[in-house]
């Protein structure tokens, strides 16, 4: 296939299995919801995050290495394959040995054995990560979405079935492990036919990859501790319980760009990269894929600040109504922080990790900050406190980091992010007066009935005013930029 053939298909095979794995695990919470505790979600957001930044180290930022260099060689992909066997056993035995460290700090004894169950994660992970890797380098979406939505799937049934039987949260332990373990035993089944590491290490030829993999996972560990302060914080200030009610809002409300941003991301890095030294070309890509992933993006999260409550009682039911609240400010903090997911893309295109590491370095610094000063508000001040954050760091985030990597200027870049926004607002503002003046009284009809009008005005509005976004619909506009661009290549 061309390049404008891969992209496509990647974008339907990346889509096809986000939609899938976000319901499934929507699913799976709305489920689980029902049968337990805020505690036990609490101590599993705890648990995940622990499991979470220590596979950041197993991996060393060595995958965004591999798709970034071009031609990588085959004793090189051995070194690093074994590199990550050795990462990941010596983390099952930090983080085996540091659980009760990690329990004493939120004074919770109960986190000790699932913090032990999920380490086991790193042992299985580190023989199929590097091939689930290779599989993306090569665009091959179909692959990793057929291995995605078996092994999630599979998760989901042992999690649900766990639970109907009473085992607590270790049914959220369980579906982990599941899941973890098809995918990575079936990606190196598969890798296995077509890449056997050499019984070899030879860390000079691996070095650079190295160096470059080292600010990637500096960049990402800082983003990822930017990202779980509020669990850390919460879970320690405020307890299980309110960190119960918090998870389950931002569950919900993560869902949304957890779907939309991975059907573009995950193909535009390997993209970006082919037309990593065509600076215009770059800047025209990563333009259109914000305002295609506002355009998504910003309705769905409005609609979600409208109809927070029958969406709480529709999935979780009536114990969890006091989370609505938190699940509307966190709609506005999630809808902002959308925007700035495809950066992480442009930095590695370029080869700039080093520029993502220092930008997460600062923000290390405030944003804990910012949750701890919020905390004496309780959850909802926390929520405030990150939805202020995220609008004052709008603009140094276009200068810093955007303009320096594709040089789009202020009216380039937030002309995207303002469209969408505003015609997103509109949309969902005569959608409400419509429902609003029809005098539905059963909620969820008039949810169904707030969510299709509003729809409706929002497509007539793309078709005035954002004439990018229809042409994708209309004429695969995306697509044919970057096919154009592949017959240059050639």
């Not at 689930?132 to 649900?160: C, D, M, P, Y």
């Not at 029809?438 to 005013?465: C, M, R």
Request: proline share 2%; with cysteine.
């Amino acid at each position: 296939m061309n390049l404008k053939q891969k992209t496509l298909n990647g974008v339907k095979w990346t889509g096809l299995s986000s939609i899938i794995i976000a319901l499934l695990q929507l699913a799976q919470v709305s489920i689980l919801a029902r049968y337990l505790a805020p505690s036990d979600f609490g101590l599993m957001a705890i648990v995940s995050v622990v499991i979470g930044f220590s596979a950041l180290f197993m991996d060393m930022g060595i995958s965004s290495a591999i798709i970034h260099k071009q031609d990588i060689t085959k004793n090189q992909l051995s070194s690093l394959y074994w590199l990550n066997i050795f990462s990941g056993t010596a983390l099952f035995i930090i983080v085996y040995l540091s659980a009760s460290l990690i329990a004493n700090y939120y004074n919770e004894l109960r986190i000790v054995p699932l913090i032990k169950l999920l380490a086991i994660t790193f042992l299985i992970s580190a023989v199929g990560n590097q091939y689930r890797i290779l599989n993306q380098k090569k665009l091959r979406f179909n692959r990793l979405a057929k291995v995605e939505i078996f092994s999630t799937l599979a998760g989901f049934i042992v999690a649900v079935l766990c639970a109907v039987n009473n085992y607590g949260v270790h049914s959220l332990i369980y579906g982990t492990l599941t899941n973890v373990s098809l995918s990575n035993i079936i990606f190196m089944l598969l890798g296995l036919k077509e890449h056997k590491p050499n019984l070899c290490y030879k860390h000079s030829e691996i070095k650079s990859l190295i160096s470059f993999g080292f600010f990637q996972m500096g960049e990402k560990s800082i983003n990822y501790f930017n990202s779980q302060f509020d669990v850390i914080l919460i879970g320690k200030l405020l307890g299980t319980e309110a960190l119960g009610v918090y998870n389950i809002a931002k569950t919900l409300v993560m869902k949304p760009a957890q779907i939309i941003n991975p059907i573009i991301t995950k193909v535009t890095f390997p993209i970006m990269s082919t037309v990593q030294s065509d600076t215009k070309k770059l800047k025209s890509i990563y333009l259109k894929t914000i305002n295609y992933l506002c355009s998504v993006n910003f309705p769905i999260y409005i609609a979600m600040v409208v109809l927070a409550e029958p969406l709480v009682l529709i999935f979780f039911g009536d114990t969890w109504t006091q989370s609505a609240i938190i699940m509307q400010i966190l709609a506005i903090y999630f809808m902002l922080r959308s925007t700035g997911n495809p950066i992480g893309s442009l930095q590695l295109a370029k080869g700039r990790a080093d520029l993502g590491f220092y930008w997460n370095l600062g923000l290390f610094i405030i944003i804990p900050l910012s949750i701890y000063l919020g905390s004496f508000k309780g959850l909802i001040g926390v929520t405030i406190a990150l939805v202020s954050l995220q609008l004052f760091l709008s603009i140094p985030n276009w200068y810093f980091m955007v303009k320096r990597l594709c040089g789009a200027s202020f009216k380039e870049y937030f002309n995207e992010i303002l469209i969408p926004l505003v015609t997103a607002i509109v949309s969902s503002i005569l959608g409400y007066v419509i429902f609003w003046s029809s005098l539905i009284e059963n909620v969820y009809i008039s949810s169904v009935f707030f969510l299709i009008t509003s729809s409706v005005i929002y497509l007539f509005l793309i078709k005035k005013y954002n004439k990018n976004l229809w042409s994708l619909l209309t004429s695969q506009y995306y697509g044919n930029l970057l096919n154009n661009n592949g017959r240059k290549r050639k």
